[in-house]
């Protein structure tokens, strides 16, 4: 949930203005804030936004997967380019060279899917690896595709022998980009 902390900036600068603007009238203020403390606690529960997260025990929960995650992003070589999945991009962004992966279907002449039309892995520029998490049940905001067409292009390409695997932690892996 990084992403969101951004946003605290600009919330945090409004409800400041607002309360300089009523500053004026002492009691329009009390009740300003009360409600909008209230309004804001309301919206974090019902909307499940980030500070209700921090309060579930799973959010704080260490699985497996993140310390095969961790083990393996520290094995990637430090001065290679590295195309990644969504959720991985932050760990990685300390690279002068990182790609987002993005699952699209493709005309594949050697059908490795068994037609033409298949699933595959688009980034741009010419990384020298890509890491991937193949565990199930990963989110949509994670992969930005099914878990199946996220296989199913991993698969293609490595069938195709566009990517050749080079490490594996768990159900994270490493792949070398073949030219």
């Known amino acids: 949930m990084h992403h969101r ?11 400041l203005d607002v309360f300089c603007f009523l500053s004026r009238w002492k009691r329009l203020l009390i009740a300003t804030s009360i409600v909008l403390v209230c309004f804001a606690m309301l919206l ?23 310390n095969d995650t961790r ?5 990637v070589p ?6 990644t999945q969504q959720n991985l991009v932050p760990h990685l962004s300390h ?7 993005y699952p699209r279907q493709h005309d594949i002449p050697e ?10 892995l688009d980034f741009d520029g010419k990384p020298d690896y890509l890491v991937v998490d193949t565990r199930p049940n990963q989110w949509l905001t994670q992969i930005l595709e099914s878990n ?12 195709v022998g566009k990517i050749q695997l080079e490490k594996q932690v768990g159900e994270v892996k490493m792949y070398r980009i073949e030219e």
């Open 148 to 159: 199946e067409n996220w296989l199913s292009a991993i698969s293609n390409m490595e069938k």
């Open 5 to 15: 902390a951004i946003l605290s900036v600009f919330l945090t600068f409004g409800l």
């Open 71 to 75: 083990t393996l992003l520290a094995q």
């Open 44 to 66: 974090q529960y019902k909307f499940h936004f980030a500070l209700n997260k921090l309060t579930k025990t799973e959010y704080w929960k260490e699985e497996p997967w993140m």
């Open 78 to 83: 430090k001065d290679a380019s590295v195309a």
């Open 111 to 120: 059908e490795p899917c068994g037609q033409s039309l298949c699933w595959w």
């Open 95 to 101: 690279r002068k060279e990182i790609y987002l992966i």
